[in-house]
């Protein structure tokens, strides 16, 4: 009970300090639009015979012609009101945007990680295991590979050899087979609705859909997870506490799974995080080869067409997202090391 | 009572559901054969085209779920078919008079048209839209004013299933604007049911929904990412479509819509990379139709309010140092119709855009900037948008090379769209190349639209009282006569004066199945389904 009370104690702390950075960063978000070169009313005005009379009108309308600091405090008042604007991009609220195309991003972003985890831990392992061994330079060259190419590159490949040269893949847009019906809509995450109505057919087609543009992330992102769980994985197998253990005579897998790897795990895990909520905002690439709707390559859309709301609406939810990853991450350290809660 | 995890999700999912998705009907199986599918790189953002910031792509949904009063015709053209803006067909009017004077539109309307919802359209739901059209704050406003369609007075309903338009004077582009995407005709009854006090025009709710009576209906749709049509059986408009099911998408990366339409898996895509077309082609599993936009020009404006370029003879000498054709093979591959190296000196006829009289000569270049009192040259920069870099980057390489060996120093700035758009509407861009294009290619409209008044299409900034007089006497002349001698003057004093340089007019290619027939040419520059096929 007193764990759980110090957790709530702690969370609660984390949620306020977080405040002032969100503002600072809303802040920041919102003059930088303004400053920007290109004016939104010009551009949405665009019209084969659109005047400076339109200009204006739309200028009023989105309350562009009234001075910054009072721009600033409208914006305040709707975002206190859960009001996020409304885009002209798509003709919608930016709130209606965000949470039809969140579910998507989320859902290839933890595929992605999940696969990257996946692969690089055992990856860092055996490598950490033989440094230096044929294994180790094979784990350093993959991993080299990951970053080196742009995830544009890695997915328009992928494309071109399992799409186009093998067929193997379903058409690399979007997130079902565009023939098909439309999607059961309960979460958002297809994986789950699909799984929810028990329709494993159409499980199958959203996975296969889900398997390049995840494996693409997963390939850029592989790197930095296998990379850092060999170095603290040496560093821990070097611990007079493993050589101990070794001298007592305990299985080999046992020492390495359980004592070792919980005790390397913190820094790998660290660095999920961070890994996490860049690829949710970096994802842009990936969306756009994959024409996977979404939030990512909605915001990159928004900035081209200096569309003020959209782009603050993302800025918001991905400063959202990363005081909450980091939250849950300082969780997850109590959870692998009793020390790290203890404070 | 108790409320269960999986009860919460159905909660919120149904919270956050659009309308939109509930309202879709599971579609039927229907084959593959009977269904198009077009691949976009840019997307559909709303379903009414009048809404400000409305893409191309809206504008080309909008054509297939709304009727207009009157539509234009196509023509074959060098195998290809091309929207014809001189013959006018009815759509929802059956028929159309004009009187003798040219003052008043009688539209007859077709009987037993009805709206999707199965209620008969009526003259009064004419004439609600075409009172939104001048009423409502929307992009059909100025629009309508080039056809001197400016207040709801204008439009009278004359009897059952008659409407009558009135002109205070005999515009040559009335009855053309009501061809344009933006004349969407509305179901007025369903509309008002979704009308606010604030929104009495309902915009709003038909950025979403429709209200219309077209060849299609709206099956689903999501803003930005794709829109999928049904075909309405009961349509007695035009003739019926081959499609039954269109699906319309959003694929950004053009290499990925590339490999789409050769695999077979999408149908026809408009907007492929220059270089990916040319090696479709070659590959021989697809089928392209190369059509100059002939509505369309791709030009390098000069300011005219600016020194050096106030000074004609700077304009001219500029002119006379461009590498012309180098010039259309780096930017275009050649895939165009020429606007420069025309052979004439009073016009041939009024048609416009044509080839005007230009030509690369250094030394008359030289000769020109010398008169000007520039000599020694100047320095100056060439701006062009973002998305236009793949062929305006090779062509500002040009321009620059080339001014350069008459002294001219050029910078190039290359910048995002709407900073270019703000500075072209502020009028701060020295010297810049854009296209446009013309919804109603009608030649005074033209010199209206991109060469008179202070506006963000009057490229050069160019102010020329004689142009402005001639195009707006050519508006309302009446004997043809007259009107081209009006149309040839402004072509001559244009050819003369060089306040922009147009260059050419960029083959629209459209990449499709080699099945699709049918593909014409629109002055929306979008697809229209309606006339495709598969053989």
Request: some cysteine.
């Amino acid at each position: 009970m007193r764990a759980l009370a110090s957790a709530g104690r702690r969370v609660g702390g984390r949620l306020l300090a977080a405040i002032p950075a969100v503002l600072g960063v809303l802040v920041l978000t919102f003059l930088v639009m303004r400053v920007l070169p290109g004016d939104p009313a010009v551009y949405f005005a665009g019209g084969p015979s659109a005047g400076q009379a339109q200009i204006d009108q739309l200028r009023a309308e989105m309350g562009l012609d009234k001075p910054v600091p009072v721009q600033l405090m409208y914006y305040f008042r709707d975002i206190a009101g859960g009001d996020l604007g409304r885009s002209l991009t798509t003709g919608q609220p930016v709130l209606t945007d965000i949470r039809q195309r969140l579910p998507a991003s989320l859902e290839l972003t933890f595929s992605a990680l999940l696969i990257a985890l996946v692969a690089a831990l055992p990856l860092g392992i055996l490598a950490a295991l033989r440094p230096g061994s044929a294994v180790d330079h094979l784990v350093r060259f993959l991993c080299t590979m990951g970053v080196c190419m742009p995830t544009f590159v890695t997915g328009l490949l992928l494309i071109y050899v399992f799409y186009y040269l093998l067929g193997w893949s379903p058409d690399p847009t979007g997130r079902i087979d565009i023939f098909a019906g439309t999607p059961p809509d309960i979460t958002g995450f297809l994986l789950i609705d699909f799984a929810l109505t028990g329709d494993w057919a159409g499980w199958r087609a959203a996975a296969s859909q889900l398997l390049l543009p995840a494996v693409t992330m997963a390939l850029f992102v592989l790197a930095p997870l296998a990379r850092m769980t060999r170095a603290s994985m040496l560093a821990v197998l070097g611990g007079e506490f493993i050589r101990t253990a070794r001298a007592m005579g305990l299985p080999g897998w046992r020492i390495i799974l359980v004592y070792a790897l919980r005790n390397a795990v913190l820094p790998v895990l660290t660095i999920a995080g961070i890994v996490f909520s860049t690829m949710l905002g970096a994802n842009v690439l990936v969306e756009k080869v994959f024409s996977w709707p979404g939030v990512a390559s909605y915001a990159l859309d928004a900035l081209q067409a200096s569309d003020y709301a959209p782009v603050q609406g993302f800025v918001l939810l991905m400063a959202t997202i990363f005081v909450v990853v980091n939250l849950v991450i300082d969780l997850l350290y109590g959870l692998a090391d009793p020390r790290a809660g203890a404070e | 009572m108790t409320v269960t995890r999986r009860q919460g999700l159905m909660g919120l999912a149904a919270l956050g559901a659009s309308p939109i998705a509930l309202a879709s009907t599971p579609a039927l199986a229907q084959s593959r054969a009977e269904t198009l599918r077009q691949i976009t790189g840019g997307a559909i953002n709303t379903l009414d085209p009048t809404m400000p910031g409305a893409t191309r792509e809206s504008f080309g949904l909008s054509m297939n779920v709304y009727d207009r009063l009157v539509a234009f015709e196509r023509k074959q053209v060098d195998g290809h078919w091309v929207f014809d803006h001189t013959r006018i067909r009815g759509e929802l009017a059956e028929r159309f008079e004009t009187s003798p004077d040219g003052l008043k539109i009688t539209l007859h309307l077709r009987p037993g048209a009805t709206w999707h919802d199965g209620t008969p359209v009526t003259a009064e739901d004419v004439k609600w839209s075409l009172d939104r059209h001048v009423g409502a704050r929307s992009l059909a406003v100025s629009q309508f004013q080039t056809g001197s369609l400016t207040s709801p007075d204008q439009f009278r309903v004359a009897g059952p299933g008659v409407v009558e338009v009135t002109l205070e004077k005999p515009d040559r582009l009335a009855l053309s604007n009501l061809a344009v995407p933006y004349a969407i005709m509305i179901n007025s009854a369903l509309a008002k049911r979704n009308a606010t006090a604030d929104d009495p025009w309902a915009q709003k709710w038909m950025q979403t929904n429709t209200a219309g009576g077209g060849a299609y209906k709206v099956e689903s749709f999501r803003p930005g990412v794709q829109a999928v049509l049904a075909r309405n059986e009961e349509w007695k408009n035009g003739t019926m479509p081959f499609f039954r099911r269109v699906i319309s998408q959003s694929v950004p990366e053009a290499a990925t819509r590339a490999n789409l339409i050769e695999k077979g898996d999408a149908d026809i895509a408009i907007d492929l990379q220059a270089g990916d077309i040319a090696t479709l082609e070659s590959r021989g599993q697809v089928k392209v139709a190369s059509i100059p936009q002939s509505n369309g020009f791709t030009h390098i404006s000069f300011n005219t309010r600016m020194p050096p370029f106030d000074n004609p003879k700077v304009r001219q000498a500029i002119a006379a140092a461009l590498p012309y054709d180098d010039m259309f093979r780096a930017s275009l591959f050649g895939r165009g119709r020429k606007l420069y190296g025309g052979e004439w000196t009073t016009p041939a006829s009024a048609d416009f855009p044509v080839p005007m009289p230009v030509k690369q000569d250094l030394a008359r270049a030289r000769a020109l900037l010398a008169e000007a009192g520039m000599a020694n040259g100047f320095s100056t920069t060439f701006s062009f948008g973002a998305s236009t870099a793949s062929t305006a980057e090779p062509l500002a390489a040009l321009v620059q090379e080339a001014l350069g060996r008459i002294g001219i120093k050029v910078e190039i700035q290359k910048l995002p769209d709407a900073q270019l758009n703000t500075l072209q509407s502020e009028k701060k861009l020295a010297f810049y190349t854009d296209s446009g294009t013309a919804w109603l290619p009608a030649t005074y409209y033209f010199f209206y639209l991109y060469f008179t008044r202070d506006q963000r299409w009057n490229f050069a900034s160019w102010e020329n009282p004689r142009i402005a007089e001639l195009a707006d006497a050519a508006r309302f002349e009446r004997d043809p006569a007259a009107y081209d001698a009006q149309c040839k003057e402004m072509i001559s004093i244009l050819a003369d004066q060089m306040p922009l340089l147009m260059l050419w007019q960029p083959n629209m290619d459209a990449v499709m199945g080699k099945a699709i027939e049918g593909f014409t040419y629109q002055f929306y520059r979008q697809v229209d389904f309606r006339d495709l096929r598969r053989a």
